[in-house]
């Protein structure tokens, strides 16, 4: 078949996607496989598994949740790769099943290693005399009074159970000859699942399961009777949160929603296998679960919560701890980063340098008595964070300050609730962005007076401003006292707060790109005009990084540059929709995915612009953003171009292309769907991304003194070759 034919035939079919929930699956698959990486310490692996876990949680509350309410409500109209929602819940229930089931059996190896290390997961049969004795005084005095012990009977209903809540079930048998009954024991949210029991006789360290405990004690439960079997079960709820658009008080109504959130409809009860059939029956009738809810677990349930047993005193089972650098240029202007910004754009990489330079930056601000006014967006935070302590300060100086708080962040909607009114009380003017926009871009602002004018310094990043996941996250932070890029990010607050939806005249940028104004636009754009030059036979390539990949535009955009001959490199960490290396569509495209000790979350892009990658003429850009329809059009998202030519140096040559030289943490994608670890000829030597990252400083911070060694550049023939 002609070439041409063959390519109007796969451009036509649905088939030139791959699906986005499957996809998000193959994801967690990865991340559940490092729980089983011989090169990780043996807690780090444990800490996988519980993330693993945890995000399957995440996924059946929101995403699994939607797709069954689309069955219940007779949707048939298939997805972008062709499937219905019914299709797509079968496809995802298999898939599910088969991760948890390996969950189960990682952790069944994991305890078998922990055990070698001296750290046990003991049941009540293993206690010591001396340990039943400690169990006992900590359940009086910690658990006892506030359990709440329930028969079920005409005068006790069946409790709620909340989202993510754990029960154990009892059957009962009266002591006495009377009649049976079944008892319930939800269990206190803000209790261990896991119990250390105290140092004595017994070498090593040594855990029980609050479950577990709560047997233990049953005649204090449940005086009279006796227990002829019992069973844990979890309940995962619908967690998704839909905001009404014509809503008269936005925060009212989230309030009302976050308290509904808990009673959302059951999509999943987990439950023991061992359960009893009788007992079985009984749960799901008294919960209102539908059969198909049901997962049945050989096992452990809620492995999220393994991670309480991942412990400080073992040191030895921990990756070696990393402190952040900070940039050694901002220390030679005394620490003054207005200074140091002043002189030259500096880009921050997380977190391998320290986010306490994104602190300071707002913080000396706030301190600092030239500065008139800050504006800052804040999509994820924490509770005590300390640039909304800045903030706060500021606005009790004098200072005029805008803080743009988006709600709408999902299970962050309580906290920026709380963060909000503590702002309001502050003096700061607190803005909720669009009702049915999020904004997801990262920015702040500080107009400062110098002499007689106004000076804008202007923070772009890629990750949240928050403390705890900079330290975890792979994220870029770019500080520039660049004119044109204070001016669009003033633009940018001002489209905002100025309007109660998207104006249909949006502002011109004179740099950045927005969404939903002309981000998916100019990245076509940019796109397209590789796919120029490669017709015109001169040199072209695109090289991009970031979380998700589903936009079908944006795809068949990819596509056409690849039939085009555009060499295409791509590092998606998780969901990717586009199908590398198929003959006629995607040859020319690689795309690889890195899961390891930091979670991968910035997002750049190179267009080589007319020369080989890399090159100090090629347009680079960093960007809030990843290539979804959500981002690109439903969200306040920027792309940055990052024209500093040390920084330009910085993305490109040093950051970009460690991604892609990585060989120790990658994962190649294979056209059906399926990844496979990188194997290196030389595992000993294998080129390690967060390794090189960890051992050499960045360009744009480096200091006068310290020198810089670039990782090797790839070959301009095999964008994905190390």
């Given at each position: 078949m002609p070439e041409s034919r063959l390519n109007k035939q796969l451009m036509a079919s649905p088939e030139r996607f791959l699906n986005r929930e499957l996809s998000w699956l193959e994801f967690n698959q990865r991340v559940l496989e490092e729980a089983g990486n011989p090169d990780h310490p043996l807690l780090e692996r444990l800490r996988f598994l519980s993330i693993s876990a945890?995000?399957?949680?995440?996924?059946?509350?929101?995403?699994?949740?939607?797709?069954?309410?689309?069955?219940?409500a007779g949707v048939t109209r298939p997805s972008q790769d062709g499937l219905t929602p019914s299709q797509q819940v079968a496809d995802l229930e298999a898939a599910a099943l088969r991760l948890i089931a390996g969950q189960l059996e990682r952790w069944r190896e994991l305890k078998a290693a922990m055990e070698a290390e001296g750290i046990f997961v003991l049941?009540?049969?293993?206690?010591?005399?001396?340990?039943?004795?400690?169990?006992?005084?900590?359940?009086?005095?910690?658990?006892?009074?506030?359990?709440?012990?329930?028969?079920?009977?005409?005068?006790h209903p069946f409790p709620?159970?909340?989202?993510?809540?754990?029960?154990?079930?009892?059957?009962?048998?009266?002591?006495?000859?009377?009649?049976?009954?079944?008892?319930?024991?939800?269990?206190?949210?803000?209790?261990?699942?896991?119990?250390?029991?105290?140092k004595g006789n017994k070498p090593g360290i040594?855990?029980?399961?609050?479950?577990?405990?709560?047997?233990?004690?049953?005649?204090?439960?449940?005086?009279?009777?006796?227990?002829?079997?019992?069973?844990?079960?979890?309940?995962?709820?619908?967690?998704?949160?839909?905001?009404?658009?014509?809503?008269?008080?936005?925060?009212r109504e989230f309030e009302v929603l976050l308290k509904q959130r808990r009673r959302g409809r059951i999509v999943r009860l987990r439950m023991q296998a061992s359960a009893s059939e009788k007992l079985r029956q009984f749960i799901m009738r008294e919960?209102?679960?539908?059969?198909?809810?049901?997962?049945?677990?050989?096992?452990?349930?809620?492995?999220?919560?393994?991670?309480?047993?991942?412990?400080?005193?073992?040191?030895?089972?921990?990756?070696?701890?990393?402190e952040p650098r900070y940039p050694e240029r901002i220390r030679e202007m005394g620490g003054d980063i207005f200074a140091a910004v002043r002189a030259k754009d500096i880009l921050v990489h997380h977190p391998f340098e320290s986010f306490d330079v994104v602190v300071e930056f707002v913080r000396q601000a706030a301190n600092d008595p030239h500065v008139v006014a800050i504006k800052q967006t804040l999509y994820r935070t924490?509770?005590?964070?300390?640039?909304?302590?800045?903030?706060?300060?500021?606005?009790?100086?004098?200072?005029?300050?805008?803080?743009?708080?988006?709600?709408?962040?999902?299970?962050?909607?309580?906290?920026?609730?709380?963060?909000?009114?503590?702002?309001?009380?502050?003096?700061?003017?607190?803005?909720?962005?669009?009702?049915?926009?999020?904004?997801?871009?990262?920015?702040?602002?500080?107009?400062?007076?110098?002499?007689?004018?106004?000076?804008?310094?202007?923070?772009?990043?890629?990750?949240?401003?928050?403390?705890?996941?900079?330290?975890?996250?792979?994220?870029?932070?770019?500080?520039?006292?660049?004119?044109?890029?204070?001016?669009?990010?003033?633009?940018?607050?001002?489209?905002?707060?100025?309007?109660?939806?998207p104006p249909e005249v949006p502002p011109e940028f004179e740099t950045i790109c927005m969404a939903p104004v002309n981000l998916k636009e100019q990245l076509i754009q940019l796109i397209e005009k590789e796919m120029q030059a490669a017709k015109k036979g001169k040199p072209c390539g695109i090289w991009a990084k970031m979380?998700?990949?589903?936009?079908?535009?944006?795809?068949?955009?990819?596509?056409?540059?690849?039939?085009?001959?555009?060499?295409?490199a791509l590092v998606v960490r998780g969901i990717c929709c586009l199908r590398?290396?198929?003959?006629?569509?995607?040859?020319?495209?690689?795309?690889?995915?890195?899961?390891?000790?930091?979670?991968?979350?910035?997002?750049?892009?190179?267009?080589a612009n007319g020369e080989e990658l890399p090159s100090a003429n090629a347009k680079v850009f960093m960007s809030s953003a990843d290539w979804m329809p959500r981002n690109l059009t439903r969200r306040v998202e920027v792309l940055v171009p990052v024209e500093n030519p040390t920084v330009h140096r910085q993305v490109m040559s040093q950051i970009m292309v460690a991604n892609l030289n990585d060989e120790r943490q990658s994962w190649l994608m294979r056209s059906d769907g399926s990844y496979e670890r990188f194997r290196s000829a030389n595992s000993d030597a294998a080129f390690s991304a967060h390794g090189y990252f960890m051992a050499n400083p960045s360009l744009s911070g480096r200091g006068s003194a310290l020198e810089v060694s670039l990782p090797p550049r790839l070959s301009p023939r095999d964008p994905g070759s190390a």
């Open positions: 945890s995000n399957l949680d995440e996924f059946d509350m929101v995403r699994y949740a939607g797709l069954r309410e689309q069955v219940r049941s009540p049969g293993d206690l010591t005399k001396r340990e039943r004795t400690d169990i006992e005084a900590y359940f009086h005095s910690n658990v006892f009074p506030i359990l709440t012990p329930l028969a079920i009977d005409p005068a709620f159970i909340p989202n993510l809540g754990f029960t154990v079930a009892f059957d009962l048998e009266s002591e006495t000859g009377g009649e049976g009954q079944v008892g319930i024991v939800p269990m206190p949210t803000f209790v261990r699942r896991f119990i250390r029991l105290p040594r855990f029980i399961a609050l479950e577990d405990v709560i047997g233990m004690f049953l005649t204090t439960l449940f005086p009279g009777f006796s227990e002829a079997g019992r069973c844990l079960f979890r309940i995962v709820r619908d967690s998704d949160i839909e905001i009404e658009e014509e809503s008269e008080d936005l925060i919960i209102g679960a539908e059969p198909s809810d049901i997962v049945l677990y050989d096992g452990i349930l809620g492995m999220a919560r393994l991670s309480e047993m991942i412990v400080d005193d073992r040191p030895d089972l921990l990756f070696p701890p990393y924490t509770i005590n964070s300390p640039i909304v302590g800045a903030l706060i300060e500021a606005a009790e100086s004098g200072k005029t300050v805008t803080a743009l708080v988006e709600i709408k962040a999902r299970f962050d909607e309580e906290a920026n609730l709380r963060l909000a009114r503590d702002l309001e009380r502050a003096g700061v003017q607190v803005v909720y962005g669009f009702i049915e926009y999020k904004t997801h871009a990262k920015v702040s602002l500080v107009v400062r007076r110098e002499g007689n004018e106004l000076r804008t310094y202007t923070h772009y990043g890629t990750g949240n401003y928050h403390p705890i996941n900079a330290r975890i996250y792979t994220d870029l932070s770019l500080f520039t006292a660049d004119p044109a890029l204070g001016r669009d990010a003033n633009r940018l607050f001002n489209y905002v707060t100025a309007n109660r939806e979380n998700s990949l589903v936009d079908p535009d944006v795809i068949d955009t990819l596509y056409r540059a690849s039939q085009a001959g555009v060499p295409v590398p290396g198929i003959p006629g569509l995607s040859e020319n495209i690689t795309v690889k995915s890195i899961v390891g000790r930091f979670l991968e979350h910035a997002r750049m892009i190179c267009f």
